[in-house]
């Protein structure tokens, strides 16, 4: 079955700096990536998603880029802010099209003032 | 539109009592999914119901089981509660794909914290 890969497991920034995260699956099925942002003692939250058509997509400072030959995706967080700071998880769609989601184990994300 | 809403919020059990976990959606999606996540393991998928009237085991079912009440509500048993459920416990929704098209964002509810002594 499919497998999400997510590193670093921490990391921390200077405000203003930029932070990337990176994810790898198993499955050359998967056709959509997104990624939630957690913040503690709250529900994950959609923040940018892309699908396998595109190469990459872009949020105003949050960008996702896909490379479907490697099977990996990053999320690059530009000018981080301090009210970035959460946890950010990565997730791959399962083969079957059921629309199941196989998540990676998260990146804690510390902005530092 | 309150999205995804799960009750309750908390609960402390004992071991070896039951429960279930309540969820329900506004948003007419026809996939609801139960999630479990435990420090440093992310989301792992516990069940789901991929429409009305189906329901199937994710990754880890051991000691639970589910039930689709209809389009909106999407419930989680737990028989006989252990101390290794004590876990945050999501649900969440979304619509399915058409078959050979891209799967859909999935939306959470706030969680329910479960504590099992």
């Known amino acids: 079955g499919e497998n999400v890969e997510q590193h670093p497991s921490t990391l921390s920034v200077q405000e203003g700096d930029s932070a990337v995260i990176k994810c790898t699956y198993s499955?050359?099925?998967?056709?959509?990536f997104p990624w939630y942002k957690q913040e503690l003692g709250k529900r994950p939250q959609l923040i940018i998603d892309i699908r396998s058509n595109v190469g990459e997509k872009k949020d105003q400072r949050i960008a996702v880029t896909l490379n479907k030959t490697a099977k990996h995706f990053s999320l690059h967080i530009t000018e981080t802010q301090p009210e970035d700071s959460a946890v950010y998880f990565c997730?791959?769609?399962?083969?079957?099209?059921?629309?199941?989601?196989?998540f990676g184990k998260g990146t804690k994300l510390s902005v530092k003032p | 539109n309150a999205g995804v809403t799960q009750t309750p919020k908390f609960q402390v059990l004992k071991t070896g009592q039951s429960m279930t976990l309540q969820c329900a959606q506004d948003m007419n999606h026809n996939s609801m999914y139960w999630y479990r996540q435990d420090p440093g393991m992310g989301l792992r998928l516990i069940y789901y119901s991929a429409s009305e009237g189906t329901t199937d085991k994710g990754e880890v079912p051991n000691g639970y089981n589910v039930s689709r009440l209809n389009k909106r509500e999407f419930s989680l048993r737990l028989e006989s509660a252990a101390p290794s459920q004590t876990s945050v416990y999501f649900c969440?929704?979304?619509?399915?794909?058409?078959?050979?098209?891209?799967?859909?964002?999935?939306?959470f509810g706030d969680g329910t914290r479960l504590s099992i002594l």
């Open positions: 499955d050359s099925a998967s056709n959509y």
């Open positions: 997730a791959a769609s399962a083969g079957g099209s059921q629309g199941n989601l196989i």
């Open positions: 969440a929704s979304s619509s399915l794909p058409a078959r050979g098209r891209f799967n859909q964002p999935q939306h």
